[in-house]
């Protein structure tokens, strides 16, 4: 497979298809195995200081966030896989939680626009070599968790070409063996950890998610160990009476935790809007670009709480929620 | 000086909102881009089907989403997707445009919305990357470009071409191995319309905004400029367009705001 | 891209990424209009001979059995693929309706055993090279699938390796520029028509479908031409009340034919049961070496009827399709 | 000569199924195997979890399905997948067992589905193919067969490899970059149990069907058998397994009537 030119981005993550075989074996064992545990038992048993890390969601939307605030208590650090992060990869960009990133989307806050600090910080961490980076696109990164859900090496894309994106990725540009026609390669990504916040699970880890899906049925499919946070636990007859809707089944789930409004203060589809509110509290910390408007938030919000349910109290509690709710089953139709 | 009725984000939503066709998949950025999509969608192209990278497909949600993935992106979806599977109807030739924004954008119409600066390793600014921007300027059949208009913007050579236009001429997207046939279709700014002259591929003034002169287009634009033989002038956005906007699409002002500032 | 391997096997379908591209740019100014037409019309429009053909369904299950009595009686000759066909494939074999196969799974009549007639016929054409065949296996035939309707050229498999099953493909060894290792690669399968019948489409041609998808996303996303039959036409409002049940987005769908039983005699999920019966008729039908009995077959069920009331009238009517009803709700809980 | 209380398929059934281990994923052939899953589900093995390739996964129907994709295989179903999950599942190591069946094996496990005859452009008799049984013989951990034993089935050199084996011997799997660690685990017939010796990959009589003596086992089979130095000797079918096979499983007897014939 002669390589007719490639980008010159680093590979943080290695393509073990044989290795995630073995591993997955052994995790067959574990069928209608009750995995209920609570967060800080699940972080313990499934996820290491240095894993290359994946999590669910997109934008503003169904990110564990009561995953993310317990690792920034336990300062744990990543190798991470970034297509269309905002608050999540901040939060553990802020904290230098962060040693290497696949880039697809970092450093936006979207509608909400830019976090100066962050964007600073970050910038000063590449300049020193402190963080490392390689970059793709949010399509790339989806194939390349793709590739990995599907047990292979890599996979043919159709986009990177031609592009600076390219050069500074990890693509390969090969002949295909089938039309003679350039193609480009993009490696799979096996992701150490995974953890992915849902709206419902029985015991053993069956899924459902409403609303959209982003990528995360591939990153659940080719995580090594698995965490689901889960708005509730219900029983497996309700799963079972509409299979059509389990997204990620058992076999993938190392851990199912319990954690109601856990994707709080972004978007649950269905159950609870983004609170544009407490997202204006965070950017406008982030606007002072010396760092101490956000140290006094991360304070307030993460390191001076116990626990997430702490936090969630900080902001409102459940009548806060309440009108979350009021707002998400509105919005559709206002 | 007269005060406009209307801020330049208002302006550009309005403007571009009728340059889409009706019935036709439409991938579009969040902010300014998704602002126009959903006021033509009020107006103009009651067919033109939004695709969420995300995987809703074609919701109807009245308000602009304040996430590309939020709730909105799936209310009442005909099909409630993954991303995956929404880039592979780009990767498919489904798609007709893609509407994007972006930092720089050259000549060719490649844009940068990665890291201004000179060296890579070490950026004046890092921006965010490309997000779903290379797939959807590489695999829609047209691209649509948004952006604000000034000589940082429009330059000579984008620092990082994160998403490729015509890259450095006619053929070179094909001999980079992209699909054939399709690229960078119209740039709309606070000053003009720009679309990209077919021999050369290189963006050419095709409309003026109202009340802004050639001159001021050319004095504001770092690359030299082709200028249509037949320059068109748009006209103001519309009480209805301006009604629409800020009643239904985006009546919390999220993205509206932000041009405020600047009016 | 050095290959190291392959089989000597033909592709019978073109890889033809760009071009499909440009189908599909055509086909996406079809949005939002009524598809709505009756199955002559549909084949008429979208069908041709010689066409690659793609049907959807798998066993005795959701076969499009309808369609398949129509191009029949008109006579159409085809090139296909077939991972898991049994009735509908051999209909066609029996008649000499197929020149070119990919072969997953053909001759079989599952658990009802074999069909001697029909295994005696396609070996003598295969003999004299009536018949052109390539082997495959049902994973690599649905990941060639997979492969066009991710709108690539070839896809990485780890199956095939070692075997003559290899050796008769068109499946190419090469090594993987991003791990050293040898890897086994398949040519996509782009379709030149596909039918699939489903539970539930609306006028625009969103199918929902209960029960197994086996590869039929895969084959909808991948063909030109989409015929969708249906068990019934519903309101665009009942799809956009659960969009996560569409499978089919419109945008692939050519033909949307309402046939209520379309699926008749095998297997269609929560609505009828296969008929077992009627089966049995074509089975023991087949078991006639000289091919009379099936001669009888064909002019009593297919060439001697107009249309697919009619066979359905033959073999018992609505009074026949009651009982398998009965017997498909009774069923998962005798 | 005595009448046995069962058919050769229902004993071929009722002895696989008591290897099943519990709480491991599996994928099954229709006809015997899947007989024997089921089976074993019902007395040996609750936990044992059926994997049906057209998607259909850990369904809850208590009848065999008459079909790989009938709706008995996602009847009540925890997931109701398609066939690329499904055999993404087994391409990524998830599922320990694949049981099959074939028309031909030799000392290595390969199995031949495909054709029988020495041209492949002019079969003899031409078969099915392989259907999944190349993707479960070359990605489950650990392959089960189920057949009829006799030398036209149990031979030398297979007429075509279509399901990999242990193909020439120790390694073979690995440097024809097949997936490492995995192949043939038991072999069942109605004169036998055999395993595949570790060292040599060669087939080994490793347990007696009622009745059988090894003088039978060798002489039915056209290759050199190595036989286990500790040889088992299986007991006979239980009344229960019985009662659960004809009552429960294939109360309609479509896949045990095709053993009346030969008891």
Request: hydrophobic letters at 40%; one cysteine or more; charged letters at 25%.
């Given at each position: 497979?002669?390589?007719?030119?490639?980008?010159?981005?680093?590979?943080?993550?290695?393509?073990?298809?044989?290795?995630?075989?073995?591993?997955?074996?052994?995790?067959?064992?574990?069928?209608?195995?009750?995995?209920?545990?609570?967060?800080?038992?699940?972080?313990?048993?499934?996820?290491?200081?240095?894993?290359?890390?994946?999590?669910?969601?997109?934008?503003?939307?169904?990110?564990?966030?009561?995953?993310?605030?317990?690792?920034?208590?336990?300062?744990?650090?990543?190798?991470?896989?970034?297509?269309?992060?905002?608050?999540?990869?901040?939060?553990?960009?802020?904290?230098?939680?962060?040693?290497?990133?696949?880039?697809?989307?970092?450093?936006?806050?979207?509608?909400?626009?830019?976090?100066?600090?962050?964007?600073?910080?970050?910038?000063?961490?590449?300049?020193?070599?402190?963080?490392?980076?390689?970059?793709?696109?949010?399509?790339?990164?989806?194939?390349?968790?793709?590739?990995?859900?599907?047990?292979?090496?890599?996979?043919?894309?159709?986009?990177?070409?031609?592009?600076?994106?390219?050069?500074?990725?990890a693509a390969k540009k090969v002949k295909c063996p089938f039309t003679g026609e350039e193609v480009i390669l993009v490696p799979a990504l096996y992701c150490d950890a995974c953890v992915i916040h849902v709206h419902r699970a029985d015991k053993y880890g069956n899924c459902q998610i409403d609303g959209m899906l982003n990528e995360d049925l591939e990153k659940a499919r080719s995580a090594k160990n698995l965490i689901i946070t889960t708005e509730k636990?219900?029983?497996?007859?309700?799963?079972?009476?509409?299979?059509?809707?389990?997204?990620?089944?058992?076999?993938?789930?190392?851990?199912?935790?319990?954690?109601?409004?856990?994707?709080?203060?972004?978007?649950?589809?269905?159950?609870?809007?983004?609170?544009?509110?407490?997202?204006?509290?965070?950017?406008?910390?982030?606007?002072?670009?010396?760092?101490?408007?956000?140290?006094?938030?991360?304070?307030?919000?993460?390191?001076?709480?116990?626990?997430?349910?702490?936090?969630?109290?900080?902001?409102?509690?459940?009548?806060?929620?309440?009108?979350?709710?009021?707002?998400?089953?509105?919005?559709?139709?206002? | 000086?007269?005060?406009?009725?209307?801020?330049?984000?208002?302006?550009?939503?309005?403007?571009?909102?009728?340059?889409?066709?009706?019935?036709?998949?439409?991938?579009?950025?969040?902010?300014?881009?998704?602002?126009?999509?959903?006021?033509?969608?009020?107006?103009?192209?009651?067919?033109?089907?939004?695709?969420?990278?995300?995987?809703?497909?074609?919701?109807?949600?009245?308000?602009?989403?304040?996430?590309?993935?939020?709730?909105?992106?799936?209310?009442?979806?005909?099909?409630?997707?993954?991303?995956?599977?929404?880039?592979?109807?780009?990767?498919?030739?489904?798609?007709?445009?893609?509407?994007?924004?972006?930092?720089?954008?050259?000549?060719?119409?490649?844009?940068?919305?990665?890291?201004?600066?000179?060296?890579?390793?070490?950026?004046?600014?890092?921006?965010?990357?490309?997000?779903?921007?290379?797939?959807?300027?590489?695999?829609?059949?047209?691209?649509?470009?948004?952006?604000?208009?000034?000589?940082?913007?429009?330059?000579?050579?984008?620092?990082?071409?994160?998403?490729?236009?015509?890259?450095?001429?006619?053929?070179?997207?094909?001999?980079?191995?992209?699909?054939?046939?399709?690229?960078?279709?119209?740039?709309?700014?606070?000053?003009?319309?720009?679309?990209?002259?077919?021999?050369?591929?290189?963006?050419?003034?095709?409309?003026?905004?109202?009340?802004?002169?050639?001159?001021?287009?050319?004095?504001?634009?770092?690359?030299?400029?082709?200028?249509?033989?037949?320059?068109?002038?748009?006209?103001?956005?519309?009480?209805?367009?301006?009604?629409?906007?800020?009643?239904?699409?985006?009546?919390?002002?999220?993205?509206?705001?932000?041009?405020?500032?600047?009016?």
């Open positions: 497979m002669e390589i007719l030119d490639q980008g010159n981005g680093e590979i943080f993550s290695k393509i073990t298809p044989d290795e995630f075989r073995r591993h997955m074996f052994a995790k067959a064992e574990r069928v209608n195995l009750d995995k209920r545990m609570d967060l800080r038992e699940a972080i313990g048993r499934f996820i290491k200081n240095g894993d290359y890390l994946s999590i669910g969601g997109c934008g503003f939307v169904r990110l564990p966030i009561a995953f993310v605030h317990e690792v920034l208590r336990r300062q744990l650090t990543f190798r991470m896989a970034a297509g269309t992060r905002t608050f999540d990869v901040d939060l553990l960009l802020d904290n230098d939680r962060i040693t290497e990133l696949d880039i697809g989307y970092i450093l936006g806050l979207e509608m909400l626009g830019i976090p100066q600090y962050t964007r600073i910080h970050v910038s000063e961490r590449l300049s020193r070599g402190d963080l490392k980076i390689t970059e793709w696109s949010n399509g790339s990164m989806a194939w390349r968790h793709k590739a990995a859900a599907m047990g292979v090496s890599f996979m043919q894309v159709r986009s990177l070409a031609g592009s600076d994106t390219f050069r500074h990725s636990i219900i029983d497996t007859k309700e799963i079972r009476n509409d299979g059509a809707r389990t997204v990620i089944p058992q076999f993938y789930v190392d851990a199912v935790v319990e954690i109601p409004c856990g994707a709080y203060p972004t978007n649950m589809p269905g159950l609870y809007y983004l609170d544009l509110d407490h997202l204006k509290v965070y950017t406008r910390a982030a606007q002072d670009r010396t760092g101490e408007n956000l140290k006094k938030y991360y304070r307030d919000y993460v390191f001076g709480t116990k626990d997430f349910n702490e936090y969630l109290e900080k902001c409102g509690g459940l009548k806060r929620i309440e009108e979350l709710k009021k707002i998400e089953l509105m919005e559709g139709r206002v | 000086m007269e005060k406009k009725q209307y801020n330049p984000i208002e302006l550009m939503a309005c403007i571009a909102s009728r340059y889409l066709e009706d019935g036709r998949l439409i991938f579009a950025g969040t902010g300014i881009p998704m602002l126009a999509v959903s006021l033509a969608q009020k107006i103009y192209a009651p067919n033109l089907i939004l695709v969420y990278e995300a995987g809703g497909i074609s919701p109807e949600a009245s308000m602009l989403p304040l996430s590309v993935a939020d709730s909105r992106t799936t209310y009442r979806a005909i099909c409630c997707a993954n991303m995956p599977e929404a880039m592979e109807m780009l990767q498919k030739g489904l798609v007709t445009y893609a509407f994007l924004g972006g930092a720089q954008i050259d000549m060719y119409g490649n844009l940068n919305s990665t890291m201004i600066g000179k060296d890579y390793w070490h950026p004046q600014t890092r921006l965010p990357g490309s997000g779903g921007a290379n797939e959807l300027g590489s695999l829609a059949w047209k691209t649509l470009i948004i952006m604000n208009h000034n000589r940082r913007r429009f330059v000579e050579k984008v620092d990082f071409i994160t998403t490729p236009g015509y890259l450095t001429g006619p053929g070179a997207r094909e001999r980079a191995c992209l699909p054939p046939g399709n690229g960078p279709h119209l740039v709309f700014t606070e000053l003009g319309i720009f679309d990209f002259e077919e021999k050369s591929k290189r963006m050419r003034l095709k409309s003026l905004l109202p009340g802004i002169t050639r001159e001021k287009v050319i004095a504001e634009t770092g690359f030299e400029l082709i200028i249509s033989d037949k320059l068109n002038q748009e006209k103001e956005p519309t009480p209805e367009e301006l009604k629409a906007l800020r009643e239904d699409v985006d009546p919390w002002r999220v993205v509206l705001s932000r041009g405020d500032n600047d009016q």
